[in-house]
């Protein structure tokens, strides 16, 4: 049995990371756009505003990186930032514990993609594409630079 989910762990990962990237593109696109309910009840928030609209272009930034598995560790990163800033300016000042404050999206977001950070993107992840094709052309290199030397 443990055999068998520590070989589904790579696939856990990977879709952990798409539904958490997709969730918190969500929360960017409802306040930049007002889709999905808008930004707090309705509406967007507006441009160039300090700290809502910036945090808004991170959530769907950063939630669509994660979601694709495109430079993963990178936007996880950021966008953990972002939330423990949201959860420390914004919803701990109310009170310690998120369940009173209203912190409990920021701080589950916050956790989560510092998890994503350490973890890396699991499986079906762009970011994999990418480093395999760069690895093989590295690691071809120094086999061509050796047949150069042995042939001159």
Known sequence: MVTRLNQAQPYALGLFRIV???LFACHGAASLFGVLGGSMGGGTVPAGTWPGWYAAVIQLVGGTLVALGLGTRIAAFISSGSMAYAYFKVH????????????EASAVFCWAFLLVVFTGPGAV????????????TRESEPARDKAQAVSV
């Open 20 to 22: 958490i990237g997709f």
């Open 92 to 103: 701990q000042p109310e009170s310690l514990f998120p369940l009173q404050n209203g912190g």
């Open 125 to 136: 992840a762009l970011d994999r594409l990418f480093s395999s094709r760069g690895r093989s």
